[in-house]
């Protein structure tokens, strides 16, 4: 899920820590406003451009399409790197007492896997896909980016407490 809240009819990025600059959220709301522009004024006519006198712009617009293609191109874009920052910058959400977990378990290799343990939190195999399911993250299988080995952990510590060999949370 993105870390994005729609306020007062402009897109904010949340979650982050500043590791997405204003300019990102000033690119992805212009580009949100145009595609809804667009998409809720398909009957619009620009009479001063060729071809765009017909109804739909869609099938005749040069101008309108080519706008239209772009912001919807940049609003992908910008979508995955705010969903890229989201589950890979670790270092801007992490809290600090986590860092100290993942540093002492597995010097934060977010791809630590043994016959005993998973996750750069060092969670055994056995516990680890339930403490996510538990925080609503994907089993170690399906996907494990940064933040949903932080939210395995989350439910490792909600379940069980602090069963770490390093200082816990």
């Known amino acids: 899920m993105l870390p994005i809240l729609l306020v007062a009819g402009s ?3 949340v979650g982050t820590a500043g590791a997405v600059d204003e300019s990102v959220t000033r690119k992805m709301n212009h580009s949100t406003h145009v595609v809804k522009f667009f998409k809720n004024h398909q009957w619009l006519r620009a009479p001063n451009q060729p071809n765009c006198k017909s ?3 869609t099938k005749s617009c040069k101008v309108a399409r080519r706008v239209y293609l772009r912001e919807t191109k940049q609003l992908a874009i910008l979508t995955e790197i705010i969903r ?3 589950e890979f910058n670790w270092q801007s959400w992490l809290p600090e007492n986590w860092k100290r977990v993942a540093s002492c378990e597995t010097h ?3 791809e630590h896997n043994n016959s005993s343990f998973v996750s750069a939190f060092g969670i055994s195999w056995r516990e680890y896909n339930a403490d996510a399911a538990y925080m609503g993250a994907p089993p170690w299988n399906i996907r ?7 939210k395995a952990a989350l439910g490792h510590y909600a379940r069980f407490g602090d069963g770490w060999s390093c200082p816990g949370p």
């Open 11 to 13: 897109l904010v990025i």
């Open 55 to 57: 109804v739909p712009w």
């Open 84 to 86: 890229t920052d989201y």
């Open 108 to 110: 934060f290799n977010w």
């Open 144 to 150: 494990h980016t940064p933040r949903d080995q932080y």
